[in-house]
């Protein structure tokens, strides 16, 4: 049962995203009836699902609001801020809900009955004005139902002291009934004993409940009778006049009429009453059928866990097949070696699907930001609109996990600092609504998201000023633009004064950079006063494969990434031995270099001719001396894992064709932790 | 389910480092792999002797012996990785542990272990669970979680500890002399 419950969790989960969603596009376009369609479906299977798997109050909490959006369906109630505000708030209370069902927390009790109350008060409001006049009106109310009960006690239920008709009483409490009573089996009046009960009803009932509640009406008397309970249509029948008139006709002509009568009279005047409602009805309802099956084919779910387990079989398979080439090569059969390339072949093939499967367009973060940019917005009382541009760009799944919080950061950043108040945006001629652009585009093996807001931009001189008063740099320091902007992303910076609830409170940039770091992210940023702030953020497209430059140092090999290498010279090793200032000239330029076996503390002995790969460190080539560079190599990264986490200059392993391991080097932190070992000493 | 019912086992596999015998819970043990070529990780701890290609997945290993501060392990044709799982700051991982040589597996009763020695061990009795007597020998149970999870420091310390051993056999008599 867990099993089921977590499942409906997920799918509650996706269910409730998916309605988050359609609420935030319906603001723009409250006229959307695709749109109100999204929603009313997607909490009609929360209501169902949680229903079924025991979360009572979801169910609940969620039939109320689809109570609501049943009206607007109708055309009865208009989407306004004041209802989405209290749907976008249920919306997050059903999150709550899904995980805790019982009310451990008193406060979400709390916030349960009153988002309850908001619900209901509007719901009130809307049905009392709506007097239900029209005969098929109805119709489209799917909760209600009519059902046909038939309903014959035996003959001695007196004797336990049952009234049926109490019974009828409690069912008439249940919605609009009517009742048809049966006299026939009534015996002549001399043979009647009046302690027995022979009369016996059929009973039309047009009711919310389902039928367990109706059959609960009689539970204390149900092997005293005999009793049907059958669904008839799904709405109310008892209001057409025409149908009710026959069936009572029927009824006093014949001894009971049956529910396959009713059925027949019923479908009769359905059939006749081809009203424009039902056009429409069937029409949005062919309408929307395919799209939900096309969801079902052209999509599946399936969980992570399957999908890592995946992306692991391939990275081993094509280690494997890299293993097998070599075979090949060596064997020099024709036959391994045409068997080996087609491997090759499949195995490359089999790699590039793999990796598109856990890509992930960037728009399934987008709802999120759209919420924060909507509600923080309104609670600043600043305007601001968020548009996103290549929103289908795609990402590994893990770098969408690690980068949602820093973007919802730096967006945070952008409407509490960036983006003036509307008065100030006034004085400055710009339009009063601010504007948030997110854009995400490809280049190269890297993706890019620039986040664009038209605010007030950074204040060079404040920063300056900060950096300053910080001691982060001394009052005589020059800086270019660049680096005054830099100054942002260390740690405890932050310009604005007042610390807000928002952001400001020093953990900022810094943290955004650092995580970003964490999956090979880089984050620019570009900003020009009054007119705005660019914040540029580069990723890799995946983060599990990697193309490098494979190399050998004694007997260990190393990977360093293909991006970081510029140039590869062959050198003396007379020329890197025994240098006091690390310089090497190459081409009549200037390099400093880091003899790698030095550093790495390997075992004496050395090549005569070495090669020196120059790599770009921030602004500088720097080169790094390896002994021999054996070519390029693609490379299914894996994690060194907890115990080698201080091992920062190293950035994971690779498994080779030979099944040997080699490292794959940072020649980022390569630099910098040796640039700093240098200047310790 | 499977792993509690390894865990509760009361066999311990024994290795040994140098001339002492130590043992391990066999629930914590997943595979003995034969020495293979070590990749040597750059400026990590002497103890963290490398990484090893495990199937497919790359396996730290540690030189045990440098870890329970003796010389470095000598490569024979004895000498084992022995790949545990261990708990290391609430994650699961594995690590290899080079050992000079496997011996058997003991199934040793709860009874049997007594209580680590206190006074008198080389070794830090934290990383001992306690010893037990067989053929007239002690083997010392060991605490894998604590063995590896005990970063460089504490491992220095042990090393700094023994050499100190070494030098307590002259100096401290110069000192108490004092």
Known sequence: ?681 | MAKETITVLNSYLSFSLGEEVFAANVGKVLNILEMTKITEVPKAPDYMKGVINLRGTVLPVVDTRIKFGMTPTEYTTNTCIVVMEVEMEGENIQVGALVDSVKAVLEIEDSEIKPPPSIGSKYKSEFINGMVKVDDKFIMLLDMEKVFSSDEIISLKEKTNESEEKVELKEPKKTTNK
């Open chain 1, 1 to 681: 049962m867990d099993k089921f419950r977590n499942k409906f969790k997920e799918e509650a989960t996706d269910n409730i995203n998916d309605l988050e969603d359609a609420l935030l596009l319906i603001e723009n376009e409250t006229e959307n009836k695709e749109l109100v369609e999204r929603i009313f479906r997607a909490m009609h299977s929360l209501k169902g699902g949680g229903a079924m798997f025991g979360f009572s109050q979801l169910s609940e909490f969620t039939h109320n609001l689809e109570n609501l959006y049943h009206l607007v369906r109708e055309g009865k109630l208009k989407i306004t801020r004041k209802l989405l505000d209290i749907t976008l708030a249920s919306v997050d209370h059903m999150k709550v809900l899904l995980t805790d069902e019982d009310f451990d927390n008193p406060e979400i009790k709390a916030k349960h009955v009153n988002l309850s109350l908001q619900i209901t008060k509007l719901l009130d409001s809307e049905t009392e004005e709506d007097g239900r006049t029209d005969l098929f009106d109805q119709k489209d109310s799917n909760k209600i139902k009519s059902y046909y009960i038939y309903f014959e006690p035996n003959q001695d239920v007196f004797n336990d002291g049952t009234n049926p008709l109490f019974l009828l009483d409690e069912l008439n409490s249940l919605g609009d009934c009517k009742v048809f009573a049966h006299f026939n089996k009534i015996p002549e009046i001399e043979k009647i004993d009046v302690t027995k009960c022979y009369t016996y009803w059929e009973i039309l009932l047009a009711t919310e409940e389902n039928v367990n509640s109706i059959s609960d009406v009689f539970i204390f008397i149900e092997d005293q009778c005999e009793l049907e309970i059958i669904e008839i249509v799904d709405y109310d029948i008892t209001l057409n006049k025409k149908i009710i008139e026959e069936i009572s006709k029927l009824a006093e002509e014949r001894k009971d009429v049956g529910v396959i009568e009713i059925q027949k009279i019923v479908k009769k005047y359905s059939e006749k009453t081809d009203s424009s409602e039902k056009i429409e009805k069937i029409v949005s309802k062919s309408g929307s059928l395919p799209s939900v099956k096309e969801n079902v084919i052209s999509s599946i779910r399936v969980s992570s866990n399957k999908l890592d387990q995946l992306m692991n079989l391939v990275s081993e398979l094509v280690t494997t097949q890299a293993r097998l080439s070599l075979y090949a090569e060596q064997s020099g059969q024709p036959d391994l070696a045409a068997i080996a390339e087609n491997v090759q072949k499949l195995s490359r093939q089999l790699r590039d699907n793999a990796f598109d499967i856990v890509l992930v367009p960037i728009e399934t973060m987008l709802t999120r930001f759209q919420r924060l940019v909507r509600d923080l917005s309104k609670e600043l009382n600043k305007s601001v609109v968020f548009t996103a541009e290549g929103a289908e760009t795609e990402l590994d799944k893990t770098i969408i996990e690690s980068l949602t919080d820093p973007l919802l950061h730096i967006l945070r950043n952008c409407i509490d600092h960036g983006i003036e108040s509307a008065e100030n945006r006034k004085k400055l001629n710009k339009p009063e609504q601010g504007k948030i652009l997110l854009k995400a585009f490809y280049s190269g093996a890297n993706v890019h998201i620039q986040i664009h807001d038209d605010g007030a931009g950074m204040n060079l001189e404040k920063i300056r000023a900060k950096a300053i008063q910080k001691e982060i740099i001394n009052k005589d320091t020059i800086l270019s633009k660049k680096e005054t902007l830099d100054l942002v992303f260390l740690p405890g910076f932050s310009t604005v004064e007042n610390v807000t609830g928002v952001s400001g409170r020093g953990v900022g940039m810094d943290v955004v950079k650092r995580k970003l770091a964490e999956i090979r992210g880089e984050v620019e940023l570009d900003s020009e006063l009054n007119v705005g702030t660019t914040l540029t953020i580069k990723l890799p497209l995946t983060l599990s494969i990697i193309d490098g430059l494979l190399v050998k140092i004694a007997h260990n090999h190393y990977l360093m990434p293909l991006s970081a290498v510029n140039k590869i010279y062959a050198t003396d090793h007379s020329n890197v031995i025994n240098k006091y200032n690390n310089l090497i000239i190459l081409d009549g330029k200037q390099f400093p270099f880091y003899y790698l076996r030095e550093e790495f503390d390997l075992s004496e002995g050395n090549q005569a001719i070495e090669q020196v790969i120059i790599v770009s460190y921030e602004d500088q080539q720097i080169g790094l001396v390896v002994d021999e560079v054996i070519g390029e190599y693609q490379a299914v990264l894996k994690s060194l894992g907890k115990m080698y986490k201080k091992q920062e200059i190293i950035s994971g392993a690779t498994i080779l064709g030979d099944g040997t391991v080699a490292l794959v080097l940072d020649t980022n932190k390569i630099i910098s932790q040796f640039s700093q070992v240098k200047i310790n000493l």
